[in-house]
């Protein structure tokens, strides 16, 4: 049998919410919507107290708006994070449904079962379009940290913090499952005047005698 789950938020598209993550016999996922990057990497230490999926993406606000902005799939915008999480066991059922109770005890705000087989590959698909969706806001410098698992939500809060010090727009995506997460800066290229010339002491031009010095005085007699 076919199984599935999604755990999102309240206001999200009722296509979305009856048809998310994938399953079938031996595949199982879901994605979770959480009010803070915080809760969504408290729910990663819980999930993985009582489970083991093959597979934990996140996805932060930042990012999450800007795969909206691409794709129009319906995702909350206004959630702070994203998780998608998979499971190929032997009982992917019932260890997403693990998943999904464990993700609920950390405040995610939606959780809804399907069974559609092709479920899960809009939010795949959402993970897999994190990056291009922040390119298309601008030139991107994408960097690579690896941190402990208990510490992804010191690390999410920092690189907030950051962003938010220096007026940064960063998104931040990756394999929560093994700490590494991918901080995006999203920056326009600086505009440059042209440089001056230095100043100094002369002003005489370097090009041809203008109409008004030919007819000068001392011209016209060093002329004769």
Same mark, same amino acid.
């Given at each position: 049998?076919?199984?599935?789950?999604?755990?999102?938020?309240?206001?999200?598209?009722?296509?979305?919410?009856?048809?998310?993550?994938?399953?079938?016999?031996?595949? &199982? &996922?879901?994605?979770?919507?959480?009010?803070?990057?915080?809760?969504? /990497?408290? /729910?990663?230490? &819980?999930?993985?107290?009582?489970?083991?999926?093959?597979?934990?993406?996140?996805?932060?606000?930042?990012?999450?708006? +800007?795969?909206?902005?691409?794709?129009?799939?319906?995702?909350?915008?206004? +959630?702070? /994070?994203?998780?998608?999480?998979?499971?190929?066991?032997?009982?992917?059922?019932?260890?997403?449904?693990?998943?999904?109770?464990?993700?609920?005890?950390?405040?995610?705000?939606?959780?809804?079962?399907?069974?559609?087989?092709?479920?899960?590959?809009?939010?795949?698909?959402?993970?897999?379009?994190?990056?291009? +969706?922040?390119?298309?806001?601008?030139?991107?410098?994408?960097?690579?940290?690896?941190?402990?698992? *208990?510490?992804?939500?010191?690390?999410?809060?920092?690189?907030?913090?950051?962003?938010?010090?220096?007026?940064?727009?960063?998104?931040?995506?990756?394999?929560?499952?093994?700490?590494?997460?991918?901080?995006?800066?999203?920056?326009? *290229?600086?505009?440059? &005047?042209? *440089?001056?010339?230095?100043?100094?002491?002369?002003?005489?031009?370097?090009?041809?005698?203008?109409?008004?010095?030919?007819?000068?005085?001392?011209?016209? +007699?060093?002329?004769?």
């Amino acid at each position: 049998m076919n199984s599935c789950d999604v755990i999102g938020t309240e206001n999200m598209g009722k296509s979305y919410a009856s048809a998310l993550s994938c399953s079938s016999t031996d595949v &199982a &996922a879901g994605s979770r919507f959480f009010p803070t990057p915080e809760g969504a /990497a408290e /729910a990663v230490l &819980a999930i993985e107290q009582t489970a083991d999926p093959s597979l934990i993406e996140l996805m932060d606000r930042t990012t999450i708006g +800007a795969v909206e902005s691409l794709t129009h799939m319906g995702l909350d915008s206004d +959630a702070g /994070a994203l998780l998608i999480v998979q499971s190929d066991a032997a009982d992917s059922a019932g260890e997403i449904a693990r998943c999904a109770a464990a993700s609920e005890a950390t405040r995610a705000s939606y959780v809804a079962h399907t069974a559609d087989a092709d479920g899960g590959e809009p939010f795949l698909n959402a993970r897999r379009m994190a990056l291009p +969706a922040l390119e298309r806001r601008g030139t991107t410098l994408l960097d690579d940290v690896a941190v402990p698992k *208990p510490a992804i939500p010191e690390i999410l809060a920092t690189i907030a913090a950051i962003a938010e010090r220096h007026g940064l727009v960063i998104g931040t995506f990756g394999h929560a499952g093994d700490g590494n997460l991918h901080p995006t800066i999203v920056f326009d *290229p600086p505009t440059r &005047a042209p *440089p001056r010339p230095p100043a100094g002491p002369s002003t005489r031009s370097c090009g041809p005698p203008s109409a008004s010095a030919e007819r000068s005085p001392a011209n016209t +007699a060093s002329a004769r």
